[in-house]
């Protein structure tokens, strides 16, 4: 079965400061991999997927991450820091073409001014 | 627009309520989600719709009754709720079920049974 663990649920960075947010997966073959963004009272929203295409994906709000074959993971970073990127990220993962996703426990990202 | 609506915002009912959440998309979105948050628990899925059929039911509870009346449009009938019901119910869309597409959410309906 595939899963992901997201290493800290709680990650604390000053504003302009640098964001890392670690996931790991565990699948026999590379899966689709994603990351989203839940601000406090909504939904879910994607920051960005890797489906093999590149092994590094931007995505928006300054957000990338590199897919790590050898290491299973896919973490995500923001160079700098805003007040605004305090939320909840989930780092997700499926099969190809699977209808469902994986989510991992998910990291709260404060950021202090 | 890459919009999903979810109606109410909140709600609260009684154990022995009927009552029906709702979610619309005019993405021309053919896959429709219904997902359950707890506190601080990332989505799990219920429901999954494709082409206005109902493709899959992950072990919900009866109490929970799925409805697509058209391909635009995605209810959520509750009937007999329990306390641990109360979450957040999170509608989904995307072009098809298969993941490639971004699935895009709507900001949730709060349920508090009581």
């Known amino acids: 079965a595939q899963s992901v663990t997201q290493l800290g649920s709680h990650v604390s960075v000053s504003e302009g400061a640098l964001v890392l947010l670690r996931c790991n997966y565990s699948?026999?073959?590379?899966?689709?991999l994603f990351w989203y963004v839940q601000y406090p009272n909504q939904g879910l929203q994607l920051l960005l997927k890797?489906?093999?295409?590149?092994?590094l994906v931007k995505g928006i709000n300054g957000f990338e991450a590199e897919f790590k074959k050898s290491e299973t993971s896919f973490h995500l970073t923001k160079p700098s820091a805003h007040m605004s990127d305090a939320a909840e990220y989930f780092c997700?993962?499926?099969?190809?073409?699977?209808?469902?996703?994986?989510f991992g426990a998910g990291t709260t990202v404060t950021v202090r001014a | 627009d890459t919009e999903v609506t979810q109606t109410p915002k909140h709600l609260v009912m009684g154990m022995t309520n009927k009552k029906s959440l709702k979610c619309e998309q005019h993405m021309g979105h053919r896959a429709m989600y219904w997902y359950k948050q707890k506190a601080k628990k990332p989505p799990e899925l219920m429901f999954v719709y494709s082409y206005e059929k109902l493709s899959i039911n992950e072990s919900v509870p009866s109490r929970f009754s799925p409805e697509c009346p058209n391909s635009s449009l995605l209810n959520l009938h509750l009937h007999a709720l329990q306390p641990e019901d109360s979450a957040l119910y999170l509608c989904?869309?995307?072009?098809?079920?298969?993941?490639?597409?971004?699935?895009?959410f709507g900001p949730g309906t709060r349920l508090t049974v009581l």
């Open positions: 699948s026999s073959v590379p899966p689709y």
């Open positions: 989904a869309s995307s072009q098809d079920h298969r993941l490639l597409d971004t699935q895009y």
């Open positions: 997700a993962v499926s099969k190809t073409n699977d209808y469902k996703l994986s």
């Open positions: 890797y489906t093999s295409a590149a092994t």
